[in-house]
């Protein structure tokens, strides 16, 4: 999961908010793209180390707080500072020591993306109830919204929904309305924006219109947009599904930065969650 995850998100970064000749152009698993912002193709963006904050507290089973997610958030950024991240919330974890100074710093009323980017890992979550709380504690803690808040449950859902076999690809969007009780459009066509709502809406119809992860990962760049969010959460979910041909492009693999939470970093991380 994270390393499919680290992947589409370095994947869509060469792409996010790009033009459209050069999506159309580029768009076609040959390589990585250099993204707008000063990372080298290959390199994975705030998506891929938000998600590993997640997973990490996943695994080291401390109690879901407000001060504790705060934590992990201030601790992987500062282990391993990236560009990526909204450039108010870059300026936060930046400034902030611990994830108490965050927590006094942050207004959380966005309805960005970026409580559902990093949900993915808590696909885990057997008891749905408990998805649910955890998934929207830990978008309250930044995007204290309906939208932060939904969507990141959304995310969640539809990784719980493949890891546990709940249901074929065609029923995910009923079961994730069903449980966020909210209607998402999963017939989206236009680009997506930094929203929580539009996301998952791109998100549901490339999980429910692909056959495979190649398709996944084309589909959600050619939205245009925020796109390494979609590709980033669509990867990662669909890799937990039987029903995607799961074969890719070695450059995905070969290509993936590999220095301290590289791809290597990831595979030790998803061999954990499987564990779990």
């Known amino acids: 999961m994270l390393l499919e995850i680290g992947m589409g998100d370095a994947y869509g970064a060469g792409f996010e908010f790009a033009p459209k000749e050069k999506v159309d152009a580029f768009n076609n698993l040959k390589a990585y793209r250099k993204p707008a912002f000063k990372i080298l193709p290959g ?7 938000m998600s590993l904050a997640i997973a990490e507290l996943l695994l080291e089973k401390k109690e879901w707080t407000k001060l504790n997610i705060a934590e992990k958030f201030v601790e992987c950024f500062k282990r ?9 919330f870059y300026t936060l974890l930046k400034s902030a020591s611990n994830g108490r100074e965050l927590l006094k710093s942050i207004k959380p009323h966005s309805t960005r993306n970026g409580a559902a980017m990093r949900a993915v890992p808590l696909g ?12 929207e504690l830990q978008a309250a803690t930044t995007h204290d919204t309906e939208i932060g808040r939904k969507s990141a449950q959304a995310v969640a859902l539809s990784a719980h929904y493949f890891i546990y076999n709940v249901g074929k690809k065609d029923n995910l969007t009923e079961f994730v309305e069903h449980h966020t009780e909210f209607i998402w459009n999963s017939n989206w066509t236009a680009p997506v924006a930094c929203c929580g709502q539009e996301t998952v809406n791109a998100l549901l119809t490339v999980l429910k219109k692909s056959a495979s992860l190649k398709d996944i990962l084309v589909n959600s760049v050619a939205f245009s947009g925020d796109v390494d969010t979609v590709a980033a959460t669509g990867l990662g979910i669909g890799c937990c599904s039987k029903e995607y041909d ?10 993936l930065e590999d220095g301290r939470f590289g791809k290597s970093y990831l595979k ?3 061999t954990q969650l499987a564990a779990l």
């Open 43 to 49: 390199c994975y963006t705030d998506d891929t180390q």
């Open 80 to 88: 391993d500072p990236r560009l990526g991240y909204a450039q108010g």
């Open 124 to 135: 885990y979550i057997q008891n749905i109830q408990e998805l649910l709380e955890i998934a």
């Open 246 to 255: 799961t074969a890719l492009p070695t450059f995905l693999y070969e290509d």
């Open 268 to 270: 030790v991380i998803d």
